[in-house]
């Protein structure tokens, strides 16, 4: 069964740029510059969307934000 996933226009736009960096029609820095990122996160993005599609386009926080959120 496919499941639907709800996206807003600025995910869908981001979408549609990580379309067009694995068709290789646009470059990194071109893709970064278009969506007000660093290259390094476009690099982490192009490689959830080759895995996950249009679901990895969206920017997973990958650290905890406070300091007692930290396992130790």
Known sequence: M???T???TKE?????VMARLSEHSLSQRAAAEMLQLTVRQVRRL???YAVQ?????????????KQSQVSR
Request: hydrophobic letters at 35%; zero cysteines.
């Open 2 to 4: 496919e499941e639907l």
């Open 6 to 8: 709800t996206m807003s």
């Open 12 to 16: 869908l736009d981001r979408a549609a």
């Open 46 to 48: 192009q490689r959830a």
């Open 53 to 65: 599609g249009g679901r990895g386009s969206r920017l997973q926080a990958t650290w905890p934000t």
